[in-house]
Structures are given as C-alpha cells and as structure tokens.
DNA sequence: CCAGTGATTCTCT
DNA sequence: GAGAATCACTGGC
C-alpha cells in the first residue's frame, strides 16, 4: 500500500497490531506545541499476549486500550511515569503499541526543560523520558491521535529503508519475554537500549 | 547492580 | 475490605 496519508489510511494500518508496531517506526509523534520526533521504538501487547494489560479484560486502568484504533491509552507506572500507547487492533480489541523512543526533531529546547536533561540522546529515549519530554500525562489518556491538535500521530515523510526496522523481546516484562513483540530502527542512538544485533 | 515509588490488581476473609 | 504482590521505569551507584 501506499504510504499513508489520510486519517482513514492511517486507521487501517493500525487495524492489524503486529504490523503496526513494525511500520509505526519511522512515524511521527508530536505533542500540541509541535515538540517531537521520529518513533524509533515500538513493543505490540495484543487481546491473547499475558503480558497485555488487556490480558484479563478491561479495568479502570485501561480501558482506553478497548477505545478504536488511533486514541491514546497513557497509564502510570510504578507509581511514578506515564507510558504512552497508540491503540491498535479492530473493533476495541483491546491492543495497543507501546512507544519507547523516539527521535527528537522539533521543540527540543521545551523538551530539554521538562525533562532536565540537556543531552539529546537522554530525552526521547524511553517509555518515561518520552512522555516526560512532550508533556505527555494522564490528562492524555484516551484522546485521539489522528485529529488536527494536540497530540498527533502522523505518518512518515520519507519512506522507512526496507531492513532498517528489526523485531527484538520486549523489555520489562516477565510473561510473554520470549515474543520478538519489539520494533527498533537498527542502530539508531536513540533507542532505550540497544536494539536488534546482538553483542 | 539496585533502590525508590505508589497505583493497581489479586487473594482471602 | 484489608493485606500483599506485582509492575510495559529511571537514575544513581
């Protein structure tokens, strides 16, 4: 398919999770005063995976990730960070795709002050720092990503070299760690560790 | 490597 | 309801 544009072509994308998580490295994710960059990170947590927060049906928690595909399902984690997810799947599944890292590109100035952090390879590059940097919070929970303000998910400018975006285990998790559920782009500096090769 | 951190969920009354 | 275990993490040794 051609690279998406539309609203609609993004929604199909994002119907089938899997393939989400993989083609959604490349994409762009900016918060409402354009600060962002490029997904270099993704995991998949699908309807039948354990390791899903979905896993034993909706709770309070999560019940966003039940939302059709394009919303966002932000959560807090240990007490402490907010996590960001797109919602995928068809028909309020209950699947999402984690986003891990991303590569700043805009706003890094705003970034670097809500974080704190004056390197750019610390900003972006984990579930905590990347919300931290964009001002992401609960508040964001459950909103659209495909709309025309705030939080917007968008499509690549320039297309992803076919091989640059290798599956790896998720990281974090204990049940399901065997699943090659995570999505990096090979090499980038951004990533939370580093992905795809070993050693 | 490991401590901090507190919401969420599970299990048992 | 109460107590306990779990946890899609980060930052500092």
Redesign the pocket.
């Known amino acids: 398919m051609a690279a998406p544009s539309t609203a609609k072509d993004l929604r199909v994308v994002l119907g089938e999770t899997l393939f989400a998580a993989r083609a959604m490295v490349g994409w762009r994710l900016l918060a409402a005063d354009g600060s962002g960059g490029l997904i270099v990170e993704t ?1 998949a ?1 699908t309807e039948d995976d354990p ?4 896993f ?1 049906g909706p ?4 019940r966003s ?1 039940f939302l059709p595909a394009g919303h966002a ?1 932000v ?7 907010c ?1 960001f ?1 797109v919602v995928t799947g068809d028909g309020g599944a209950g699947e ?1 795709v ?1 986003i ?1 890292a991303i590569e700043p590109r805009s706003g890094i100035e705003a970034m670097r002050e809500r ?3 004056v390197e750019e390879r ?1 900003l972006c ?6 919300t ?1 940097a964009l001002g992401i919070d609960l508040s964001h929970d459950g909103v659209s990503l495909l709309g025309d303000g705030g939080l917007r998910l968008l499509p690549p400018e320039g297309a992803v070299q076919p091989g640059r975006v290798v599956a790896t285990t ?6 399901g760690a065997d699943l090659p559920r995570r999505f990096v782009l090979l090499g980038s500096p951004f990533l ?1 560790r580093r992905g795809g090769a070993k050693g």
Request: hydrophobic content about 25%; glycine content about 12%.
């Open positions: 995991e947590y390791a899903s927060h979905s034993r709770t309070a928690r999560n990730m399902y959560y807090r984690s240990y007490g402490v960070h996590c997810n999402a984690l891990r974080r704190g952090v610390l590059s984990g579930p905590g720092r990347l931290q998720r990281i974090g998790i204990t049940k939370s």
